[in-house]
């Protein structure tokens, strides 16, 4: 019960004067900003171990359990936002910390990353890393964040670089990393091994490690408030650590990407069929002129009926309603429509409904309301555009769109035939969304990618081959031991982790002219920025499985998988190397084309 009551006996019987009577003669107000409700953990059936005031106030006596009531998360603004912890710099809301060893961990200039931050472990024992608690943050622009990150769940990951200058005096110390949230109201630890990597830190290597929120929050921590990460050697087995961290994130491959749905656009959405909801029609898909091709058509006969496209499941859709929410300050609901044939009574308006979670909220407007502000001319294509704010302003709750309705008015459309096409809700504004694939060179190198000669001294030149492959990469081997390849601008680099299960690189090749050591095997070779990781193989361990033959053009396929499991980091690829055995190579002429890194 939430209860503004005045009056009683109270009161007076406390202070002997009653009410102030003149304290309420413009009346007063009891604003209740929300109510929580919350589960315990501890245990859900009693709420033992979750109360907040118990029987006694201070006695233990009759106390479910002593200590602090575990602290409620706020509620979530259901938006992904990513987190850069360290990157270059220090976030001011995130201090490096060292927990109870007294050292200050400091920025210091890596060869390779640049700004990194050192930690040093001495004889007290200790955990490092970063925290987001006010009373560590000296910063006067810093203040305490815990960080949000429910709504990346499914698909956000937390991420860090780190290279071990010096290893732990005990050889045996395993590496663990920690996160707490809430002020440490839940907390999961795990070998640093348990990250996808899965792999053992190794000295003076630059490593990443990367672990999933989703077996985080499995494992037990509260995702919504994160205040702590830290990565140390075993408690009071660290002595004599020193390590570097960078690149510290929390975030998801595409993140900012905008969502989009396209129900019709030269076929139909399964998911979204056509569908006319009372005149016993079948809506058909009908060919209409080149710019439109594949149209979805609709017919009205006697009976009067609305006609659209319909997501539920009685409807034979699939059932999943479209969240627009996170575009609706920018998104729309955009169509074409032509009508072949007008109904009966020509000044019938048009009308375009939208409803969502089962029609639990819908808007009805007439065409002319939309962003062009035209009626229908029959035989004409034309757009209409319908923005989701002004939408959510009528009422409609644009997190569960799902039907999408256009017809002229109910009982005066018969003899109607129009066809609709390119039905989407998106936000025409939104950059365009990442692949994930990378076309390092066709016809010339990628923009900040460069055709590259190691250490002979030559200038690899861009050539004309065939019809088939235009342009192409050309490399000449002198007396010179080198490599050959692609490499990246300083500081540019590709990350193929969205695209790891199925991607690939992939690259065509043609010997010109063969090395004079007919021993010399072709190789190749890729690394990740800094020469963090690399992994080098025969071209014949390439899923073709074949050796360069001269004069031919040959593909070869490399699975991200394979190279990842060989131990490529495949966060931060900036080299791709094709070549004959180092100091074998001379006299060899080859020419490359077609690389690429992608999911094919």
Known sequence: ???????????????????????????????????????????????????????????????????????????????????TIFGESFNPNWPAWDCCGGSTPAIVADETLGNVVEFVVGAEPTVMGFISREIFITDEAGKASPFDASPMLDEGYVRFKMKVTNAPGTADAAWLVKLESNEGSSAVEMPITDSIEGVSPVVGQWQTYTFLLKDLDAAGLDISAIDVIMVFPTWGAGEGAVYLIDDVEITQDNLGVSPELTIFENEQNLAWPMWDCCGGSTPVEAMDDEEHGLTAEFSIGAEPTVMGFNSRTDANGAGESFDASSILDEGVIQFDLKVTSAPSDPATPWLFKVESNGGDSAVELELTASVEG???????????????????????????????????????????????????????????????ELTVFKDAAAEQWSIWDCCGGSTPTTETDDDAHGAVAQFSIGSTATVMGFIADEDVSFDASAILENGVVQFDMKVVSAPSDIDAQWLFKIESIGTSSAVELAL????????????????????????????????????????????????????????????P
């Open 1 to 83: 019960m939430l209860n503004l009551a005045v009056g009683g006996d109270w009161p007076e019987n406390v202070n002997d004067l009653g009410i102030d009577a003149s304290a309420f003669e413009n009346g007063q107000t009891f604003a209740i900003d929300y109510v929580r409700v919350y589960q315990c953990a501890s245990n859900p059936e009693t709420g033992k171990g979750c109360e907040t005031i118990r029987p006694g106030y201070n006695s233990l006596d009759d106390a479910l359990l002593e200590g602090d009531a575990p602290i409620p998360s706020p509620p979530s603004t259901g938006i992904a936002t990513p987190l």
């Open 540 to 599: 014949s361990s390439s899923v073709e499985g074949q050796v360069p033959v001269t004069g031919e053009w040959q593909t070869y396929t490399f699975p991200l998988q394979q190279l990842f499991d060989a131990g490529l980091d495949i966060s931060a690829l900036n080299v791709i190397m094709v070549f004959p055995s180092w100091d074998m190579g001379d006299g060899a002429l080859y020419r490359i084309d077609n690389v690429i890194i992608a999911n």
């Open 374 to 436: 035209v009626a229908p001319v029959t035989g004409e294509w034309q757009t209409y555009t319908f923005k989701l704010s002004d939408l959510a302003a009528a009422g409609l709750d644009v997190s569960t769109i799902d039907v999408l309705m256009i017809f002229p008015a109910w009982g005066a459309g018969e003899g109607s035939v129009y066809r609709v096409d390119n039905v989407k809700i998106y936000n025409p504004n939104a950059a365009p969304a990442t692949t994930g």
